[in-house]
């Protein structure tokens, strides 16, 4: 004799995100201002670098102790730009993780960019786009074909 069914509240996935979080931009938030170094000025690409960060979807996410994780981050960013060094770029890559900053560390927190509907009409459009053009023999027809020498 069979057993007794679950109940439909037993039989579902037990692994699900429950943790996930859909992220949007906040344009209200502020990036902090950071603190000056010692001995020299900020490189401007740690500068874009750090508006970079707190345009992103993530900023919101972060607390006062994600800045100074990100105080710190900065100037390995910034020493990275003064003098670059395999040493430094792993020690970057490795940081960055805590933070969300590359798609691979998005997915491993379970944190998804909200796109916005725009994001959605646009892939909508892409996929009911045609795949290629094709020619008057219904081969496909080369983009090369069109390439002139100068």
Known sequence: MAPIPKPA?????????????????????????????????WHPMTLAWWADVWRSPMAPEYDESDRHGLFLLAVLVDDFWVKPSKDLAAEIRLQRQSFGLSPIDRRRLQWEIDRGDEATERTR???????ARKGSDGKPVDPRSVLHAV
């Open 9 to 41: 509240g037993m039989r579902q996935r037990r692994n699900r995100a429950a943790t996930s979080a859909k992220l949007q931009a906040d344009p209200k938030l502020k990036a902090p201002n950071l603190p000056e170094l010692p001995d020299r000025l």
């Open 125 to 131: 459009k892409r996929r009911a786009a045609p795949a």
